[in-house]
Structures are given as C-alpha cells and as structure tokens.
Nanobody
C-alpha cells in the first residue's frame, strides 16, 4: 500500500482545512487508517484513526474539532480539521495497518505516507 497525503497549508486560528490520504494497492477497505502529527522538537503523536468498518478514534486534543472519514470506493481517507489552533501546527502524516491497535498505539504500523505541513497562525 502506498499512501499520499495532501491538503495542508497555512490558515488562521479558527479556520479549517481538510487533509486527504489517497491509497494505492489492494485491500484498502480492510485497513485501519490513521493520522499522526509531528511538531518541531516533539515526537510524532496520534491524532485520529478510522477502522475498516468506519469507527472513529480521536486524541483528546482534537475531539470535537476534527472529523475523520473514509471513502473506500475512492481509496481515500480524510481529516476535516475545524477550529484550528496554533498548537495544531505540525507535519501531518497518514498511516495504514490491518491492526487498529497498531495504529492507535503507533506500534509497528505497516504503511506511512509522506507528511503534509499544516501551519496555523495566531
């Protein structure tokens, strides 16, 4: 599976962005898809995941502001980010694995996409 993340950019605090993660390869619908982010000087952290049957999981820091979704026909996962804050500034990465636990716990994830920069100005 190859993953291509896109949709990052510069936005003012309170604004919105939608990230996309396009996948190529087989069995997309069977994978749990995840989003992670890494700010300068910080470790990569879990943001959100969506299971193969569409069940979402969110980090506490983004609950109520971010919404994850997937379109299996398009082999794409999305992260709608609303009410953005300066602390959301980071490089965002998408990931995929057959194990939901691996994605949520960031342990042994099978596939990573390249990052897309999100910058939120105050």
């Amino acid at each position: 599976v190859q993953l291509q993340a896109s949709g990052g950019g510069l936005v003012q605090a309170g604004g919105s962005l939608r990230l996309s993660c396009a996948a190529s390869g087989r069995a997309f619908s069977s994978y749990t898809m995840g989003w992670f982010r890494q700010a300068p000087g910080k470790e990569r952290e879990f943001v959100s995941a969506i299971t193969s049957y569409g069940g979402p999981v969110y980090a506490d820091s983004v609950k109520g502001r971010f919404t994850i979704s997937r379109d299996n026909a398009k082999q794409t996962a999305y992260l709608q980010m609303n009410s953005l804050k300066p602390e959301d500034t980071a490089v965002y990465y998408c990931a995929a694995d057959g194990s939901t636990s691996a994605v949520v716990r960031n342990g042994g994830i099978g596939y990573w996409g390249q990052g897309t920069q999100v910058t939120v100005s105050s």
